[in-house]
């Protein structure tokens, strides 16, 4: 069972990034997947979820009109598309499932991996 998050990288203020979370040995859809992320000096917060029995989506309201969340059964795939990126949300971004809903603490994700690194610069 592996998640893995990719698509960060270095991307000027304004600018938009797709992080991508592929899962093996399991099947995404039976899960809620979230994202987290954790910038520099602080706790790990989440970012957004999809829920798994409806595909309702629980964005924090710091991102809600900039990210969102989706995902594709086909390619067994999440994704954090982000726009307008400000400063403020670099961070590491990972994804994580739960078998029991979206959960708000990373205490209550079942599955996760390593994160992938968003930088917000000029």
């Known amino acids: 069972v592996q998640l893995q998050a990719s698509g960060g990288g270095l991307v000027q203020p304004g600018g938009s990034l797709r992080l991508s979370c592929a899962a093996s040995?399991?099947?995404?859809?039976?899960?809620?997947i979230a994202w987290f992320r954790q910038a520099p000096g602080k706790e790990r917060e989440r970012v957004s979820c999809i829920r798994n029995s409806d595909g309702r989506i629980y964005p924090e309201d710091s991102v809600k009109d900039r990210f969102t969340i989706s995902r594709d059964s086909a390619k067994n795939t999440v994704y954090l598309q982000m726009h307008s990126l400000k400063l403020e949300d670099t961070a590491v971004y990972y994804c994580?499932?739960?078998?029991?809903?979206?959960?708000?603490?990373?205490?209550?994700?079942?599955?996760w991996g390593k994160g992938t690194l968003v930088t917000v610069s000029s």
């Open positions: 994580a499932a739960s078998a029991v809903g979206c959960q708000r603490s990373w205490g209550g994700q079942d599955y």
């Open positions: 040995g399991f099947t995404l859809g039976y899960y809620a």
